[in-house]
């Protein structure tokens, strides 16, 4: 009797084994798919770095969307969700970022969250007493994006609350940054005083007007202080201010308008922080050295004195 021959047998691959290279092949894509995302840079740009101005009406969406429109970035979403990532609670600063193209978007993502601008702020320095004029001239002659228009136009009932100090200012900030910038730190300088200037009846219209012509006819704090107490009492004894600096004082009694200029702290303290005398009259020689004068006679002699 022959032996039957034997079945060769089928070898197949078990269901578990394909489940498992499945998932192999599905980490590889993710792997290489994440490394193309986070790594791979934009497309190839002749221009090889972009600046930014980041505004504060800008959020991280509209940010990356403009990034990726200008080939600093290949895809808005990763950028989005790498900033997410790193900060729920993320927020932009404001100014000009410059970003070198042709790098991994995990390098753009860093350098926003780390604020890191790579562009030197210019530094303007405004003094006290100022004008806006003025300081519309000095931000034109430095700042190359600036539009003189819209300052002049929005800065028009600021003069007197635009804080005379040194600032630091982007090339491509907007008019809106800069007058937040002087106009913010005129309320922070000026905070302290809010309780005294209320408690002394004058509005704080009334103060500022005062401390612009103090700025300009003191040549010290406490000049200032003791000027500051003569033209107030002046305005209480319906007497013209007189002042120089002002020439519509000679003409009309009490203060005028609006501030002739952009005072400094220590003119705004004099004006909330008269200092009390018998003096009405006062004048400054031709070395600066100011002299005071109970009467008009007094005042007479001093000018035939010290300015003659």
């Given at each position: 009797?022959?032996?039957?021959?034997?079945?060769?047998q089928?070898?197949?691959?078990?269901?578990?084994?394909?489940?498992?290279?499945?998932?192999?092949?599905?980490?590889?894509a993710?792997?290489?798919?994440?490394?193309?995302?986070?790594?791979?840079?934009?497309?190839?740009?002749?221009?090889r770095?972009?600046?930014?101005?980041?505004?504060?009406?800008?959020?991280?969406?509209s940010l990356?969307?403009?990034?990726?429109?200008?080939n600093?970035?290949?895809?808005?979403f990763?950028?989005?969700?790498?900033?997410?990532f790193?900060?729920?609670?993320f927020?932009?600063?404001?100014?000009?970022?410059?970003?070198?193209k042709?790098?991994?978007?995990?390098?753009?993502?860093?350098?926003?969250y780390?604020?890191?601008?790579?562009?030197?702020?210019?530094?303007?320095?405004?003094?006290?007493?100022i004008t806006?004029?003025?300081?519309?001239?000095?931000l034109?002659?430095n700042?190359?994006?600036?539009?003189?228009?819209?300052?002049?136009?929005d800065a028009?009932?600021?003069?007197g609350?635009?804080?005379?100090?040194?600032?630091?200012f982007?090339?491509?900030?907007?008019?809106?940054?800069?007058?937040?910038?002087?106009?913010?730190?005129?309320?922070k300088?000026?905070?302290?005083?809010?309780a005294?200037?209320?408690?002394?009846g004058?509005?704080l219209?009334?103060?500022?007007?005062?401390?612009?012509?103090?700025e300009?006819?003191?040549k010290?704090?406490?000049?200032?202080?003791?000027?500051?107490?003569?033209?107030?009492?002046?305005?209480k004894?319906?007497?013209?201010?007189?002042?120089?600096a002002?020439?519509?004082?000679?003409?009309?009694?009490?203060?005028?308008?609006?501030?002739?200029?952009?005072?400094g702290?220590?003119?705004?303290?004099?004006?909330?922080?008269?200092?009390?005398?018998?003096?009405?009259?006062?004048?400054?020689?031709?070395?600066?050295?100011?002299?005071?004068?109970?009467?008009?006679?007094?005042?007479?002699?001093?000018?035939?004195?010290?300015?003659?």
């Amino acid at each position: 009797m022959e032996e039957p021959i034997p079945t060769p047998q089928i070898h197949t691959t078990s269901p578990r084994v394909y489940k498992t290279l499945n998932i192999f092949f599905f980490i590889c894509a993710c792997v290489l798919g994440g490394y193309y995302l986070f790594s791979a840079p934009p497309v190839v740009n002749n221009n090889r770095e972009a600046v930014i101005h980041i505004s504060s009406s800008d959020t991280i969406t509209s940010l990356a969307q403009e990034l990726e429109v200008r080939n600093i970035i290949r895809y808005d979403f990763v950028l989005r969700g790498m900033l997410l990532f790193l900060g729920p609670d993320f927020r932009l600063e404001i100014g000009d970022y410059r970003f070198k193209k042709e790098q991994p978007v995990w390098k753009i993502a860093w350098q926003i969250y780390t604020q890191r601008h790579d562009v030197v702020p210019i530094r303007v320095t405004l003094r006290e007493g100022i004008t806006n004029a003025d300081i519309t001239r000095i931000l034109s002659d430095n700042i190359s994006a600036f539009r003189k228009d819209l300052f002049v136009t929005d800065a028009r009932y600021r003069q007197g609350y635009l804080f005379p100090d040194t600032y630091f200012f982007y090339p491509l900030s907007t008019t809106d940054e800069i007058l937040d910038e002087l106009s913010g730190n005129f309320k922070k300088r000026t905070r302290s005083l809010t309780a005294d200037i209320e408690k002394s009846g004058k509005s704080l219209e009334d103060i500022i007007v005062m401390a612009s012509i103090i700025e300009k006819e003191a040549k010290g704090q406490d000049d200032a202080s003791m000027i500051s107490g003569i033209l107030w009492k002046r305005i209480k004894i319906g007497m013209p201010l007189q002042a120089d600096a002002a020439p519509i004082t000679y003409r009309e009694t009490g203060l005028p308008k609006e501030p002739i200029g952009n005072p400094g702290l220590v003119s705004i303290r004099a004006s909330v922080y008269p200092t009390d005398s018998a003096y009405l009259y006062y004048l400054h020689d031709k070395k600066g050295q100011i002299h005071y004068a109970k009467t008009y006679d007094e005042h007479r002699r001093n000018i035939s004195l010290y300015l003659r």
